[in-house]
C-alpha cells in the first residue's frame, strides 16, 4: 500500500494540538519508512530507481507545495508597525503627544504624529523594499542539489525538491529534505546544525536495530522535541534536512519536505537570535546615552520653567518639546535606509548580502583570510605534466589518473576537470566496482576499477601521502621495490615543480583479484608508485591590485589552505603578498597555545591546514581584537566561514559554503570583495555623520534651553515652535543615507567607538550655545526685547516682544544648526573641497528656505511667529560665517588631535 502523504499546509504551524499531532505523524512516518527495505521503500512512495517523471513531479509539487522553510516570520503592516513603534526613541515620541492631546495641545500632538510618522513610514517602507529586493537577490545563489528524474542526473533548486525524488548526495552537499539512504559509500554527514556534535556521523543503508514507532517527548539540540524526534535522529539510514555531507557518496529517496522536516519542526521551537555586534551595542549604547541626557534635561527644566514662571502645565508642555528637541528619533531610520541601500548598492557590485547586518561588520574588518585556489589564482587548472618517478612523460601516468577522476562519483575538484579535459579516453571496457572518498586526514582519493581483467585500486593525491602507501614503483613494466634513493630523486623533483608554482598529486595503484568487491582504506596499503601529474593554476593578473588596494584600506591579507607550502610560497610572491614567514599546519599543532597566538599574529602565509585549523587561526585572530573576515568556497572552509565576523564565499561554492556565508561574491575575486569593504565603510560614515550632528547639536540645544529658561521671565521658544523646529531638522537630514563620503573617511577600517562621539559631542555642541546666547543678546538688546519688563507697556506689546524673541531665536537655531550638517559631514573644507550629495544639498537648502519664509508666510500666526525686522538678517548672516569658521576650526582641530587627522 502506498503511504498516505499529508497536503501542503502554511509555513508556520501554530503551536496547537493539531499541529503537534501533525508533528508526530511526520517523524512516526519518517521512523517507519525506515525500517523498511530500499525496493519497499521506493514502492511505498510511488517512486523507482530512476526517480519520478515530470508529470508526477508537478503533481507533488502542487500537492506539497516547495520545500522551503519561513526563516524568518513576514509580519503583516499592521504588526510591522507595531513593531517599529516599539523602539524607545519612538515610544517616547507617542506618549509625548498623547501628553500633549490631553492637555489640549492639538498642534504639539499633530508635529509629534507628523515625526513619528515620518521616522516610522520612511523606515518601513525603505525597508520593505529593500527587503524584497534582496531576497529576489538571495535567490540567485540557492542552493542546489542533484536528482534523478526521468533515469536522468539533473541539478534543481533545493526548494523544487518533493516527496518521492532520488537524491544524490556527495561531499559538499546540503541535504535538501528529510531521507531514506539507498545506497551509500563511505558516508559521513555533519549534523551539528541539529545535534550541536562537531564530529561526523556514518550513514548507510542498513535497517538493523530500527524502532518502527515514536517513544516519548525527550530534547533536540537544546529545543523540545518528541522522542520521535530522538529516535529519528539515531536512524543509521536517515538524513535530515540542513545537515551537510563531510565525505563520501550516497543516494536517498526524499520523504519529508519543508516544514514537515525535522528541522522544520524544530525551527518552530527555536528562534534563533543574531550575536549582537559591537556596531548594534554602539547603537543602542548611544540611544541610551541620549535618553539619559533627556530625562535629566527634561526634569531640570521643568522645575526651572515652573519655579520661574508659575506655570505648571506650561512648564510640563515645554519639557516635554524639549525632550522631542533631544530625541534621535530618525536614528532607525537612518540605519535601516543605509543598511538596505548598501546591499542593493553592493548587488550591482555583484556582491550579494544574504544578511543585511553583515555590512555593518564588512566595512570593519582589518584582516582578510583567504584560501589560494580560485582567489589568488585564476582558478583554470591546466595538466602540464604526466611523467613516471625518474621525469619521463608516461602515457600509462595519464591513463591511471583519467580513470581515476572520470569513475570517482563525488564532488569533482579543479584537478579532476583539468585531467578530463586533458583527454578523452574510451572507457567502455572499465567498470566501476568500488570508491574510497577523499577525507581531509587521508589526502587522497581512490577508485575501484574493473580493468584488463583486474579490479585494480588507483589512488591518487598528495604525493607524500601517496608514497607512504607504497612499497613498489614502475618504470615502463618493470616493478621494483622502492628505496630511499628513488624517494629523495622523487621528492626532489618535486620541490623543483612546487617551487615555479605547480601542484603535484602522485599516482599509485594496486591489483586485486575479480572476487574482492569491497574495499577499505586498509586496502591503500603496499601500492605500486607510477608516478605523478603537475598542474598549473597561474595567479590571477587583477590580484596584484587588489592585494595593493586592500593594504591601502587597512586591510591585511592572510592566506590558509591547505595546499603545498613551495606553491603557496610560489604564487604569494607573485601577487604581493609576504611570503618570507610560512608555516605548515602541522608545526602549528605542536605548539603551545600562547606561541600559537604569536605564530598567528607574525604570519601571513599558512599551509597544509585542516578544515579545524583554519577555525582555529580565525578565532584566535578575533581575540587578538581583529575584525576578521574568511574567504572560501569548499567543505574545508565551512567551519572558518562561521567563525569569522563576516563569511563570504562566492557562486560556484560548495553548497554548505554558500549556506555559511554571509556575503555571497557573484565574481570570485579581491577586487569585488575590495569594492563591497569600501561600500560598507561608507554606510557606517553616513550613520556616524548623523550621531554625530544629532548629539552634539542636542548637548548644544541642552545648555542653550537651561539657561534661556532661566535667564528669561517668558519661554524662550513656545512648544509648536519646538516641535516644528525639531521637524524640520529632521527632514533636512533623511537624505544622509545618499550622502557622498570623503575618500579620506573610508580610507582605514572603520570601528564603533562610543568614546570618539561623547569627546565629539562635547567639543562642538556648546559652539552652537555661543551662538544662541549672542542671538539672546541681540533680540534682548538690540530689538528691544529688554522693554519686557517695562510696567507701562500694555501685555499686548508685551506679547508682541516675546514672540519676537522666539521668531528671532527660532530662526536662527534652525538656519545655525542645519548650516552645519555640511560643516560636521566632512573633515575638509565644506563646499569647496567636499561637497554634499544633491539630494542632501536640497533638502538642507530647502529646510533653510523655508525656516526663513515661516515667519513671513500664512502659517505665521498660528506658530506664533511675527515678522523680523530687516537689520536682524544682517547680523544672522554674520552670526552663520562666524559660527561656520569656528566650528570648522574646532573641528579641524579636534581630529588632529584624536584621530591624527
Not at 550513514?203 to 522522542?227: N, R
Not at 608514497?467 to 634513493?485: A, G, T, V
Not at 575575486?669 to 569593504?677: A, Q, Y
Not at 534661556?708 to 521637524?727: G, R, W
Request: aromatic share 8%; hydrophobic share 45%; net charge negative.
Amino acid at each position: 500500500m502506498p503511504m498516505h502523504f499529508t497536503r501542503k499546509n502554511p509555513h508556520r504551524m501554530p503551536a496547537s494540538s493539531p499541529a503537534r499531532k501533525q508533528q508526530l505523524e511526520d517523524e512516526k512516518r519518517l521512523v517507519q519508512l525506515c525500517s523498511l527495505s530500499s525496493d519497499e521503500v521506493l514502492s511505498t512512495l510511488n517512486s523507482g530507481p530512476n526517480g519520478l517523471d515530470d508529470a508526477e513531479v508537478e503533481k507533488r509539487r502542487s500537492e506539497f507545495g516547495p520545500n522551503e522553510l519561513q526563516r524568518s516570520k513576514h509580519l503583516s503592516f499592521f504588526a510591522d508597525i507595531f513593531e517599529r513603534l516599539k523602539s524607545p526613541l519612538d515610544l517616547q515620541l507617542l506618549v509625548i503627544a498623547l501628553v500633549s492631546l490631553i492637555l489640549g495641545e492639538y498642534r504639539s500632538a499633530i508635529i509629534v504624529g507628523v515625526m513619528v510618522l515620518l521616522s516610522v513610514g520612511l523606515s518601513y517602507v525603505l525597508d520593505h523594499r529593500s527587503n524584497e529586493e534582496v531576497e529576489a537577490l538571495g535567490k540567485r545563489v540557492q542552493s542546489r542539489v542533484f536528482v534523478l528524474r526521468n533515469g536522468t542526473e539533473r541539478e534543481i533548486k533545493i526548494s523544487e525538491v518533493v516527496p518521492g525524488d532520488i537524491v544524490l548526495l556527495h561531499s559538499g552537499s546540503i541535504v535538501p529534505a528529510d531521507l531514506r539512504l539507498i545506497s551509500a559509500k563511505d558516508f559521513f554527514v555533519s549534523e551539528s546544525t541539529l545535534t550541536g556534535e562537531s564530529m561526523p556521523v556514518e550513514k548507510s543503508t542498513g535497517t538493523a536495530g530500527i524502532a518502527g514507532t515514536p517513544g516519548t517527548v525527550g530534547m533536540v539540540a537544546g529545543a523540545a522535541a518528541s522522542a520521535s524526534a530522538v529516535s529519528a535522529l539515531n536512524l543509521p539510514n536517515a538524513c535530515f534536512m540542513g545537515t551537510s555531507v563531510t565525505s563520501g557518496t550516497a543516494k536517498g529517496i526524499v520523504i519529508n519536505t519543508g516544514m514537515h522536516t525535522l528541522f522544520g519542526a524544530i525551527s518552530e521551537k527555536l528562534t534563533e537570535k543574531r550575536e549582537e555586534t559591537n556596531f548594534d551595542k554602539g547603537i543602542r549604547s548611544f540611544t541610551l546615552m541620549m535618553i539619559r541626557i533627556m530625562l535629566v534635561m527634561v526634569s531640570l527644566v521643568f522645575f526651572i520653567v515652573g519655579l520661574t514662571k508659575g506655570n505648571w502645565t506650561e512648564a510640563l508642555l515645554f519639557s516635554l518639546s524639549v525632550a522631542v528637541g533631544l530625541t534621535p528619533e530618525m536614528l532607525p531610520m537612518i540605519v535601516t535606509t543605509n543598511l538596505a541601500k548598501g546591499a542593493l548598492t553592493m548587488a550591482k557590485k555583484k556582491v550579494i548580502v544574504k544578511r543585511l547586518p553583515a555590512i555593518q561588520n564588512l566595512g570593519a574588518i582589518n584582516i582578510l583570510c583567504t584560501d589560494k585556489t580560485g582567489t589568488l589564482t585564476q582558478d583554470k587548472v591546466v595538466l602540464e605534466h604526466h611523467e613516471d618517478i625518474i621525469g619521463n612523460q608516461s602515457d600509462e601516468v595519464l591513463n591511471y589518473a583519467y580513470l581515476n577522476s572520470y569513475f570517482q562519483t563525488g564532488l569533482r575538484n579543479l584537478l579532476d576537470r583539468a585531467v578530463l579535459e586533458y583527454v578523452d579516453l574510451n572507457v567502455d571496457n572499465c567498470r566501476l566496482v568500488d570508491e574510497l572518498p577523499f577525507d581531509f586526514q587521508r589526502r587522497r582519493m581512490s577508485v575501484v576499477v574493473e580493468y584488463e581483467g583486474d579490479n585494480v585500486l588507483i589512488c591518487k593525491g598528495a604525493v607524500e601521502e601517496i608514497y607512504s602507501c607504497c612499497s613498489q614503483y614502475q618504470i615502463d613494466e618493470e616493478i621494483y621495490p622502492l628505496i630511499d634513493m628513488i624517494r629523495a630523486d622523487l621528492f626532489e623533483e618535486v620541490e623543483k615543480l612546487n617551487r615555479e608554482g605547480f601542484r603535484v598529486l602522485g599516482i599509485a595503484y594496486r591489483e586485486f583479484p575479480k572476487d574482492k568487491t569491497s574495499f577499505t582504506t586498509a586496502d591503500e596499503s603496499q601500492l605500486v608508485l607510477l608516478g605523478y601529474i603537475a598542474f598549473m593554476d597561474p595567479p590571477k593578473e587583477s590580484v596584484t591590485e587588489a592585494i595593493g588596494l586592500l593594504g591601502d584600506a587597512g586591510v591585511g591579507v592572510k592566506v590558509l589552505t591547505g595546499d603545498n607550502g613551495l606553491v603557496t610560497q610560489k604564487v604569494c610572491q607573485e601577487v604581493g603578498i609576504n611570503a618570507e614567514k610560512i608555516i605548515a599546519g602541522s608545526e602549528l599543532a605542536a605548539l603551545s597555545p600562547a606561541d600559537f597566538s604569536q605564530k598567528v599574529k607574525e604570519y601571513n602565509v599558512f599551509v597544509k591546514l585542516a578544515p579545524a585549523q583554519k577555525e582555529q587561526i580565525v578565532k584566535e585572530l578575533r581575540s587578538q581584537g581583529n575584525v576578521v573576515g574568511y574567504m572560501g568556497d569548499g567543505i574545508n572552509d565551512t567551519m572558518a566561514l562561521k567563525a569569522a565576523d563576516v563569511g563570504i564565499s562566492v557562486d560556484s561554492a560548495v553548497d554548505v559554503a554558500k549556506d555559511s556565508a554571509d556575503i555571497v561574491l557573484l565574481e570570485k575575486s579581491l577586487l569585488v570583495l575590495e569594492e563591497g569593504i569600501m561600500e560598507g565603510r561608507r554606510i557606517f560614515a553616513n550613520i556616524i555623520k548623523y550621531i554625530r550632528m544629532s548629539a552634539s547639536s542636542n548637548f548644544g540645544n541642552m545648555f542653550s534651553m537651561v539657561g534661556a529658561s532661566f535667564l528669561f521671565p517668558f519661554l524662550p521658544m513656545q512648544p509648536v515652535q519646538i516641535l516644528t523646529n525639531n521637524l524640520l531638522y529632521d527632514f533636512s537630514q533623511s537624505a544622509i543615507p545618499s550622502d557622498n563620503v570623503d575618500p579620506e573617511q573610508i580610507a582605514k577600517p572603520v570601528k564603533w567607538d562610543i568614546g570618539n562621539i561623547k569627546r565629539f559631542m562635547t567639543r562642538i555642541g556648546p559652539i552652537s550655545s555661543i551662538f544662541d546666547y549672542a542671538t539672546f543678546g541681540l533680540m534682548w538688546f538690540v530689538f528691544g526685547v529688554k522693554g519686557y519688563g517695562n510696567p507701562l507697556l500694555a501685555s499686548g506689546q508685551k506679547d508682541a516682544l516675546v514672540s519676537l524673541f522666539q521668531t528671532g531665536w527660532f530662526v536662527e537655531s534652525l538656519l545655525t544648526q542645519t548650516l552645519i550638517v555640511h560643516i560636521i559631514r566632512t573633515r575638509k573644507i565644506p563646499f569647496f573641497q567636499s561637497r554634499a550629495s544633491a539630494p542632501m544639498l536640497l533638502t538642507t537648502l530647502a529646510v533653510m528656505i523655508l525656516g526663513i519664509w515661516l515667519p513671513y508666510s500664512p502659517f505665521a500666526a498660528s506658530l506664533g511667529f511675527v515678522k523680523l525686522p530687516p537689520l536682524y538678517w544682517v547680523w544672522i548672516a554674520g552670526f552663520m560665517g562666524l559660527y561656520s569658521v569656528i566650528t570648522h576650526k574646532v573641528k579641524t582641530w579636534y581630529f588632529r588631535k584624536f584621530e591624527g587627522v
